[in-house]
């Protein structure tokens, strides 16, 4: 009875310390900020947000600087003489220019405008005289415009800024599937920590039955297969405590993977998640909040959008398509720095290139119905996955409920083992139960503590678990937003 009593006041003491311990929310925190899990999502975040930074400088005008100082080249060349005969003569040349240009993106038609300012020098040597040329540009404009073809610049502005809004939604996502993850390991160790103590309570509870038997035997009260029961039960006992020290180990290093180390100094314990948010929500406010928040629906815009490109892209091939180039600017060329640049004439340059399909045997119909099609399946295809999302999220808030109702009646179900095992083993102690019945009760308040737990936890899942499907935070009524938990 000692022991029991010793035992009985270490878990008073050990839950008066339970403020020292880690919580649910608190190693979910954790996760967040420290698991290898949390950087990922985090790199993956990042990786696409400046993905998207680098399409919008695409918007923006580039200025460039390009150019060659010096080129030198030295070979026996074609040249033509004033009668426009040719001879071979070796020749000696350096060149260099330098173009400075701006070029900007017109992302409403798919063309590009751009202006430029350029340098050329050319010297000629090996001659009787050496030759020097110069061309100045001092400014040159430009219109490239394709006409009639697939805007792919809009399109894909379009779809990197629903990219970023998925990944977005992902990180969110992924954020509360690492606080599923998390769950499952707080509760394992939880669980671990529950039953050592409850194996440490049976060891001290079976040790003293087995000293009472061994009087009882010795007095000629029970038969030696009682006796032998009653030993194997405490010997069973035994085994639990050493098993459930290692399963502790365990599920204490899956933890600590997560949320970094936690310590287990003097008075730390896990601190028991009883209070839990039982929530009632409406199934059809959970599709809403899903249907506006969740990646899935706008990648399923990002998947549409791609199967219109195809449908798009393949009518206009059937049609006449041209492009149209234009340019003006000034120029000037001389045997000095200054002569490039005085008096410039203006150079102009446009052209209207286009092509038409004639006759290629019905390929481009047939690409065009092949991507309408191919449309058509995407569209049924994005309706059945709409439809089985609702289904997942329906389910989530049913399960939620049912997990709430079985929490209450496993919470009583526990309290009631606790008592009948109580009672049944003040009667054993006192002669008026057999070992079989102490032994049955204490079984079913082993299960009972067992599937209280398991239900605990699988209500905790089910919260982040719906909260993944919406990423919406029912408790809060408010939609989850980065850096909220």
Do not use: C
């Not at 610049?153 to 509360?176: D, P, V």
């Not at 928040?293 to 206009?316: C, H, M």
């Amino acid at each position: 009875m000692n022991k029991i009593l010793w035992l009985l006041a270490w878990l008073f003491s050990m839950s008066a310390h339970a403020q020292t311990g880690l919580s649910l929310i608190e190693a979910i925190r954790l996760a967040r900020t420290n698991s290898p899990l949390a950087h990922q999502i985090t790199a993956n975040f990042k990786s696409t947000q400046w993905s998207y930074k680098a399409g919008d400088a695409m918007r923006r005008p580039q200025v460039t600087l390009d150019g060659s100082i010096p080129g030198y080249s030295r070979r026996i060349d074609r040249v033509m003489q004033p009668d426009g005969s040719f001879l071979f003569r070796p020749v000696q040349q350096a060149y260099s220019y330098a173009n400075l240009g701006i070029q900007q993106n017109i992302v409403a038609t798919g063309g590009n405008v751009s202006m430029n300012t350029g340098l050329n020098r050319q010297d000629i040597f090996g001659t009787e005289f050496n030759n020097q040329f110069w061309q100045g540009s001092p400014i040159f404009f430009s219109l490239n415009q394709p006409l009639f073809r697939f805007n792919r610049l809009k399109f894909e502005w379009k779809q990197r800024q629903l990219q970023l809004s998925q990944a977005t939604r992902q990180q969110l996502e992924s954020l509360e599937e690492l606080s599923i993850t998390t769950t499952f390991r707080f509760f394992n160790l939880h669980l671990a920590l529950l039953q050592q103590s409850n194996a440490e309570l049976n060891l001290a509870i079976n040790d003293t039955t087995f000293r009472i038997a061994k009087g009882r035997f010795g007095l000629g009260k029970i038969a030696e297969n009682e006796l032998l029961q009653v030993e194997l039960s405490y010997t069973n006992a035994r085994n639990q405590v050493e098993l459930q020290k290692l399963n502790i180990k365990v599920a204490e290093k899956e933890l600590q993977q997560l949320t970094g180390p936690i310590g287990r100094g003097t008075g730390f314990k896990l601190i028991s998640p009883l209070s839990v948010p039982l929530l009632d929500p409406d199934p059809d406010m959970a599709i809403a909040e899903a249907k506006a928040n969740r990646s899935d629906y706008v990648g399923f815009q990002i998947d549409e959008n791609e199967a219109k490109r195809s449908v798009r892209e393949a009518t206009l091939n059937r049609k006449p398509q041209a492009d149209l180039s234009m340019s003006y600017g000034l120029n000037q060329t001389g045997n000095t720095l200054n002569q490039a640049y005085q008096n410039p004439l203006s150079a102009q340059y446009g052209s209207v290139g286009f092509s038409m399909p004639i006759a290629n045997f019905g390929k481009n119909r047939a690409d065009q119905k092949a991507a309408e099609y191919a449309l058509e399946a995407r569209k049924w295809q994005i309706e059945q996955n709409r439809n089985n999302l609702e289904i997942e999220v329906y389910n989530g808030v049913l399960q939620l409920k049912q997990l709430k109702t079985s929490l209450v009646i496993s919470a009583k179900a526990d309290t009631i083992a606790q008592k009948r095992y109580e009672v049944t083993k003040n009667r054993y102690l006192i002669g008026t139960v057999d070992i079989t019945n102490l032994l049955i009760a204490q079984n079913e308040k082993d299960q009972a503590l067992l599937t209280y737990i398991n239900t605990l936890r699988d209500y905790w899942v089910a919260y982040f678990r719906l909260r993944r499907l919406t990423l919406f935070d029912f408790e809060n009524q408010t939609r989850i937003e980065p850096e909220k938990l």
